[in-house]
């Protein structure tokens, strides 16, 4: 069985995509990358509750956005999940650009649910390694970028703040 993603308009900033209906598993016009615009702030959101990190903020001039910015250019959109319900607290980062927009960047997961006869169900989230979810409102795109999978995960922590 073939899954359908649907992306309807187009995300002109912060990063851009062609409105398709594609399968999963073909190539299509969507298939570009996405494109870094001027990144202005970046806050931790997410993760654990009591992490010393959550809430921590950098600003334009610290290195972090300039990285930010190149990793977002060389991610690659790729096929997959981008929702999964509660699944844990993933460190997530919250990007504003000059013009005021916020997308969201956090790792992306492969989840899979089972409903048994009596109603009751289980589910499992294990990590996509070196992907990624981008969301700005409720479009999401997914993506390889091996930098900021391993800068959401561990990266963070050795950040300035």
Known sequence: MKRLIVMSGVLAIPFLLTAAAVRADEPGPWNQTIRGEEIVSVKLVGGKPGDDMRGTTWTKGDPIIAKMAEWLEAAKPTPGQTDYGRHGYPMAAELTTESHQRMRVEPAY?????????GSGIKTCTPAENEIVISR?????????????????????????
């Open 137 to 161: 409102g409720e479009e999401k795109r997914r993506a390889i970028s091996p930098d900021m999978f391993e800068w959401l995960n561990n990266g963070y922590k050795h950040e300035n703040r």
């Open 110 to 118: 492969d989840c899979v649910s089972v409903t048994y006869p009596d």
